[in-house]
């Protein structure tokens, strides 16, 4: 059974996993795992990812991005509560298949009157199947 794992961004990778693994940008990503319908409400991320590929994928990492905005972008504070965490979806994702997922983070994100945070949702990595 062959495995390809596909990575987001620049990673250098050593030993084994070097031969397995593709380095592709998150564009070409995109195109191979879809995340639609987020819904992020009191820092609880949900929403679906669509396998567009004819193969099965498993350990589908996600990333997910708590930008902070200041309300004054031109005087921004100094203590950015900002952060990124990563998350990996249990179980696999058949061909032309999806998934819902719900991620809680393990800290909740603080409630501050001085800016808002943005929340995005990407693929860091996934392993295609077959």
């Known amino acids: ?3 390809t794992v596909w990575l987001a961004g ?3 990778l050593l030993g084994p996993l ?3 693994a593709e380095v592709v940008s998150p564009a070409q990503l995109e195109e191979r795992v879809a995340i639609r319908d987020v819904v992020v409400h009191d820092g609880t991320v949900s929403g679906t990812v669509v396998n567009t590929t004819g193969r099965t ?3 589908v ?3 997910i991005e708590h930008q902070w905005l200041w309300r004054d972008e031109l005087h921004p504070g100094t203590d950015s509560p900002g952060r990124v965490d ?3 979806l249990p179980g696999t994702i058949p061909p032309h298949g999806q998934v819902s997922f719900t991620y809680r983070p393990s800290e909740p994100l603080p409630e501050r009157s001085d800016g808002h945070f943005v929340t995005s949702v ?3 990595s996934v392993e295609e199947v077959g």
């Open 86 to 88: 990563y998350y990996t």
């Open 18 to 20: 070097a031969r397995a």
């Open 57 to 59: 994928l498993e350990h």
């Open 61 to 63: 990492k996600l990333v």
């Open 10 to 12: 620049l990673v250098l």
């Open 122 to 124: 990407g693929v860091a």
């Open 1 to 3: 059974m062959q495995r």
